[in-house]
C-alpha cells in the first residue's frame, strides 16, 4: 500500500498570498497517477489536478502541480478568498487509491 | 451534465446491513469506472471500492473487503454498495464518484452505525 503524507497540516496565510502544498508517497507513483482535490465544509471533493500536473476542467491557472515519483506539490499562485479550504492528494496508479491526510489553507 | 445521487443511507445497528445506489446520468455509464469513497465525521476522504466498466476489476479497502460489495447496474446506469456486518467505525458519509481520477462526485449519503 503506497502511503501519502501531506506538509504541512494546516497553512495559515492571506488573501493574495502564494500557497505550496507537498505530499510525498512512501513508494513511486507509478505514471505520475497523482492527483489533488479541494473539499469545502459541507461539499464533496472537487478534483483540482490529475496526472500529477494537469487541471481538471474548469480549475483556475492559479493551480497548478508538480513532481514526480515520490514527491508532489500543488501551487496555488494567489490565494483568492474561495481557496481556503482543504486539500487532498490521491494516487491512483494502484489500488488501494490511497488519499492523503490533508492540508487545511485557512486565512490568517 | 454529469450527475451522481446517492441514496439508502440511514441509521442502522452494529452488525446490521444496508445497501447504498448511486444513479448516475450525463455520461455513458458503461464506458468508465466507478468507486466509493467514505469520510468518518471530521475525518479525511477514505477510498472504499472500486469497479471498473463491465465489472471486470473489483477492488476493497483492506477495512471493508469480506464484508462490502460493490455491483452495478449498466442497463439502469446505477452503482451499488452492499454493506453487511456493519460496525460503528463504518460512520461516515459515503460519496460515489466516476473513476478514474475521481472527477466527479455525487453529495454523498450519511451511514451512522449505532445502537
Known amino acids: 500500500e503506497i502511503v501519502l503524507t501531506q506538509s504541512p497540516g494546516t497553512l495559515s496565510l492571506s488573501p493574495g498570498e502564494r500557497a505550496t502544498l507537498s505530499c510525498r508517497a512512501s513508494?513511486?507513483?507509478?505514471?505520475?497517477?497523482l492527483a489533488w482535490y479541494q473539499q469545502k465544509p459541507g461539499q464533496a471533493p472537487r478534483l483540482l489536478i490529475y496526472?500529477?500536473?494537469s487541471r481538471a476542467t474548469g480549475i483556475p491557472d492559479r493551480f497548478s502541480g508538480s513532481g514526480s515519483g515520490t514527491d508532489f506539490t500543488l501551487t496555488i499562485s494567489r490565494l483568492e478568498p474561495e481557496d481556503f479550504a482543504v486539500y487532498y492528494c490521491?494516487?491512483?496508479?494502484?489500488?488501494?487509491?490511497?488519499f492523503g491526510p490533508g492540508t487545511k489553507v485557512d486565512i490568517k | 451534465e454529469v450527475q451522481l445521487v446517492e441514496s439508502g443511507g440511514g441509521l442502522v445497528k452494529p452488525g446490521g446491513s444496508l445497501r447504498l445506489s448511486c444513479a448516475a446520468s450525463?455520461?455513458?455509464?458503461?464506458?468508465?469506472?466507478m468507486a466509493w469513497v467514505r469520510q468518518a465525521p471530521g475525518k479525511g476522504l477514505e477510498w472504499v471500492s472500486y469497479?471498473?466498466?463491465?465489472?471486470?476489476?473489483?477492488y476493497y479497502a483492506d477495512s471493508v473487503k469480506g464484508r462490502f460489495t460493490i455491483s452495478r447496474d449498466n442497463a439502469k446506469n446505477s452503482l451499488y454498495l452492499q454493506m453487511n456486518s456493519l460496525r460503528a467505525e463504518d460512520t461516515a458519509v459515503y460519496y460515489c464518484?466516476?473513476?478514474?481520477?475521481?472527477?466527479?462526485w455525487g453529495q454523498g449519503t450519511l451511514v451512522t452505525v449505532s445502537s
Open positions: 496526472g500529477a500536473s
Open positions: 450525463g455520461f455513458t455509464f458503461s464506458s468508465y469506472s
Open positions: 513508494q513511486t507513483v507509478s505514471s505520475s497517477y
Open positions: 469497479i471498473s466498466g463491465i465489472s471486470t476489476y473489483i
Open positions: 464518484a466516476r473513476a478514474l481520477p475521481f472527477d466527479y
Open positions: 490521491q494516487q491512483y496508479g494502484s489500488s488501494p487509491f490511497t
